[in-house]
């Protein structure tokens, strides 16, 4: 029993000793635990020799740490401002080649997308990266782009699961009339397309027995008529670039005949995936009248085919479908 006490007191007192440790390696890992305790982790990290934040390594933080307050975003500039060796003169310096327009819709930059460093690339953004001479925003930020910043390439960038598009396929009720109204051109590209996927998805979509009403819900971003309505939408905004812009009076055949034309740009649709990351080329680029478009390296997106009804077959009305593998387009 006084053997067992005397134990039990030794015990007791190593316990209560600061200074007693088992192995000198318990006092290392102790060490180690305080400092990883005190030690704090910063919000971005980077390459000590890369002279840019990395437009990935940016994104991909982002993604596991959301910004939903205003002091967010003030820890995010301070952090900025610590690690980016970048200023503002080295900004104003870098002339930018691009003009993006874009879609508000679309959650990640064209600086994201194509990793490209700041200050080389320029965007306008607006519900469904709509061109049209009569909004003088888009209009004045593509003739500020070519006139002063002088750019080289003037791009459309569509992204599948636009929700300006969604918005121009479902019409819904609870939208507001603002949007309903900008998104008025989509919808009757949506309404009078003959291209085969979105014909498909607008029978489908129409009332029926069963389906008084029709669907109303918004397709799924895979669905094959909405994607094909997207790039339907980026090439009208291209197509519109061509016919009425600063670029149609450029190019004419009366500016033309002078001896260098003032504007020398190319304009070109894109589709971003937000699924994959892939950018899309549609085959729709347009330059100065005489030059070579130069090679767009992203995969193309097959040629679209349009649903042609035949005017001898008086049972099909708009709005009715048959085999699409037994009629071929014309």
């Known amino acids: 029993m006084i053997l067992l006490k005397s134990l039990t007191l030794f015990t007791l007192l190593l316990l209560a000793s600061p200074q007693v440790s088992a192995h000198p390696l318990a006092l290392h890992l102790k060490a180690r635990r305080n400092d990883a305790v005190t030690t704090t982790t910063p919000l971005y990290t980077r390459d000590a020799q890369s002279p840019l934040l990395d437009s990935a390594n940016s994104t991909a933080h982002n993604a596991s740490k959301s910004v939903h307050t205003l002091q967010d975003l003030y820890v995010g500039n301070s952090n900025f401002r610590k690690n980016a060796r970048l200023s503002a003169a080295e900004v104003a310096e870098e002339a930018p080649s691009f003009m993006f327009l874009g879609c508000v819709d679309n959650r990640v930059s064209p600086a994201a997308i194509f990793n490209a460093p700041a200050g080389s690339i320029m965007s306008h953004n607006n519900i469904g990266n709509q061109y049209s001479a009569k909004d003088p925003s888009a209009d004045a930020a593509i003739a500020y782009a070519i006139e002063h910043a002088h750019v080289q390439h003037v791009i459309v960038l569509g992204h599948y699961g636009c929700k300006g598009v969604e918005a121009a396929i479902t019409q819904s009720s609870t939208t507001t009339s603002l949007v309903r109204a900008w998104v008025k051109p989509i919808s009757h590209l949506y309404a009078r397309t003959r291209r085969r996927e979105i014909v498909i998805l607008r029978d489908s979509r129409m009332p029926r027995r069963g389906l008084p009403d029709g669907i109303k819900t918004a397709p799924p971003a895979s669905d094959a008529g909405f994607r094909a309505l997207v790039e339907e939408n980026v090439k009208q905004a291209v197509k519109t670039l061509r016919k009425n812009s600063i670029l149609t009076t450029a190019y004419s055949r009366r500016a033309m005949k002078t001896a260098v034309p003032s504007v020398d740009v190319f304009v070109h649709g894109l589709v971003y995936d937000e699924v ?32 042609h009804r035949d005017s001898f077959r008086p049972g099909i009305n708009r709005g009715k479908t048959w085999d699409f593998g037994s009629h071929e387009s014309h």
């Open 276 to 307: 994959t990351g892939e950018v899309h080329d549609l085959h729709v680029s347009f330059g100065p009248p005489g030059k070579a478009i130069p090679d767009v390296p992203f995969a193309a997106v097959a040629a679209a085919k349009n649903f």
